[in-house]
């Protein structure tokens, strides 16, 4: 096969018609379980541990994106002063994988009883987010998790459970991306070109509209960030803002 962006193109097209044939009652089933939340007064709460972030990055903060969602961000830790850049970057120490973080993440932030999580993992064998889900599970919280289905069942969990990160999930997406991640194969042992990223920013946007189409259907306002080119939107966003004032990141 030539690495090109056409067969890229090719591959990559085959696994977004994947995802829509396979995951899409999933997906619809993810935005219903969001648009109660919503509802309820409750966030949607994104964590993603490492690249994974940019998925609630893409789902918060522009025109056209849901008001009610925040981001749990590791470095939170250190943009509101709970320890230090030095302690946080200690390669001797990996903060994400230090005992009991999970729990100190989730007293940081102003999260609801009706909140609903959604986690990202590819692999989904990880500290981090198990014990994210673990929290969330503990206080009540329904969970959403978008992993790839093909490399979490590939590989043992690293947790001391030895539980994986869907064992504890409302909802499992498959963001339908190999082992690896990495899709298109080279003339070495190694492939290129990962996708993750690309299925991620599909599921997150789907979810949303999911969402909307629920609160749309019981007659509730939709509380989605408006494009300020009329006083009227301008208006509308600073009233959202006053709604969920100190529930939500307002920052990259």
């Known amino acids: 096969m030539k690495i090109n962006m056409h067969t890229f193109h090719d591959e990559l097209s085959g696994i977004i018609d994947k995802l829509y044939d396979t995951q899409g009652a999933n997906i619809e089933k993810a935005g219903e379980?969001?648009?109660?939340?919503?509802?309820?007064?409750?966030?949607?709460?994104?964590?993603?541990s490492?690249?994974?972030?940019?998925?609630?990055l893409e789902m918060r903060n522009k025109a056209g994106s849901l008001y009610p969602i925040h981001q749990l961000l590791m470095n939170d830790f250190v943009k509101m002063g709970y320890t230090t850049l030095e302690d946080f970057k200690d390669m001797n120490n990996i903060f994400e994988r230090r005992k009991g973080v999970a729990e100190r993440l989730f007293k940081i932030y102003n999260i609801g009883p009706e909140d609903v999580f959604i986690i990202i993992s590819n692999s989904g064998i990880n500290g981090v987010v198990i014990d994210i889900a673990i929290e969330a599970k503990k206080a009540g919280h329904k969970i959403i998790v978008v992993t790839s289905w093909q490399h979490t069942n590939s590989e043992k969990s690293r947790?001391?459970?030895?539980k994986k990160l869907y064992e504890f999930a409302d909802v499992v997406i498959d963001n339908c991306g190999p082992t690896g991640d990495a899709l298109m194969p080279t003339d070495k042992i190694e492939k290129v070109a990962s996708i993750s990223s690309i299925t991620g920013v599909i599921i997150g946007q789907t979810i949303e509209l999911a969402a909307c189409e629920k609160l749309k259907a019981d007659g509730y306002e939709l509380p989605v960030r408006r494009l300020e080119d009329s006083e009227e939107n301008i208006a509308f966003n600073r009233r959202m803002e006053e709604k969920y004032e100190g529930r939500l990141n307002n920052e990259y």
């Not at 379980?33 to 993603?48: H, L, M, N, R, T």
């Open 33 to 48: 379980i969001c648009g109660e939340a919503i509802e309820k007064g409750g966030v949607i709460q994104v964590f993603g």
């Open 50 to 56: 490492g690249h994974s972030i940019g998925f609630g």
């Open 159 to 162: 947790h001391a459970s030895g």
